[in-house]
């Protein structure tokens, strides 16, 4: 007997179930990148076309995931949650969203994250994802894990998993207060993709994306500013740039 377990409702979401499903969430204010990210998908046709291709792949039906989860499967430890996972039957695309998270957020790196728990357990679960990734690397030197970011670590094992094409998008939400900060932060992805070392198999992008804010607080306090994006906008999208991290050259 084959069984699915779902979250949530079996059928495909619509823009404004979506929604709903978000405005469950847990979020700080209007400035996080989960906000950006929705309304950047909105027209999820269009700019699907546009990633397609500007990283030069076919799309063949699809399949968009918010909130995608990998567990690992060894040691006892939280799922990889990717903003949004694309499978398209030729190549899993996760794609990690950050807006002022990159300004104010200090590099989780591996070698603290092993010290905050136990240390065995978390060998454990370090090793699961290193199993993703290794296959799709030219090797990856295991003392310089400890310089690696955690999250961008389980993120690649993600798309890693259960494919044999792997591509990791940054996308990096930017407006006058962060434009500044975006260099520093696109310069420790460039680190982290050079220690994993990447065949021709796993490949990387930052997406760098410019917003202005519409809505400078939301109508009342206590609002959702998901169900409130059902009928304005909270940011304008503008400017949009898809860029390689290659090191082949």
């Known amino acids: 007997m084959k069984l699915e377990i779902k979250f949530g409702s079996p059928k495909p979401y619509d823009y404004d179930t979506l929604l709903d499903q978000f405005s469950g969430t847990k ?8 906000v950006p ?12 076309e546009l990633l397609f291709k500007e990283i030069g792949i076919n799309g063949d039906n699809p399949l968009l995931c918010f909130e995608y ?5 060894k040691g006892k430890g939280k799922s990889s949650m990717t903003d949004l996972m694309i499978i398209n039957g030729k190549a899993k695309i996760a794609i990690e969203a950050k807006f002022t998270e990159y300004c104010k957020m200090k590099s989780d790196l591996i070698e603290k994250w092993k010290k905050e728990g136990n240390t065995e357990n978390r060998e454990l679960v370090l090793g699961y994802w290193t199993s993703l990734i290794e296959k799709f690397s030219n090797g990856i030197n295991l003392e310089s894990l400890n310089e ?19 591509i990791v998008i940054y996308q990096l ?10 260099d520093v932060y696109k310069n ?25 804010q519409q809505v400078l607080k939301l109508s009342k306090p206590q609002n ?3 169900i409130e994006m059902k009928n304005q906008k909270i940011y304008d999208i503008s400017n949009s740039k898809i860029s390689k991290i290659d090191f082949s050259k």
Do not use: M
């Not at 979020?27 to 989960?34: E, K, V």
């Not at 989860?69 to 499967?73: A, E, G, L, N, R």
């Not at 990447?198 to 917003?211: A, G, R």
């Open 148 to 166: 690696i970011d955690y999250q961008f670590y389980h993120r690649t094992a993600s798309a890693c998993s259960e494919t044999k094409s792997a």
């Open 69 to 73: 989860p990998t567990k690992p499967q």
């Open 188 to 212: 420790k992805l460039y680190k982290y993709v050079r220690l994993i070392n990447p065949k021709e198999s796993l490949n990387f992008y930052i997406w760098e994306v410019e917003v202005k």
């Open 224 to 226: 959702n500013p998901f």
């Open 27 to 34: 979020i700080n204010s209007i400035r996080t990148s989960s």
């Open 37 to 48: 990210l929705l309304e950047f998908w909105k027209d999820t046709e269009k700019k699907l």
């Open 173 to 182: 939400f930017y407006d006058n207060k962060t434009k500044g900060e975006l």
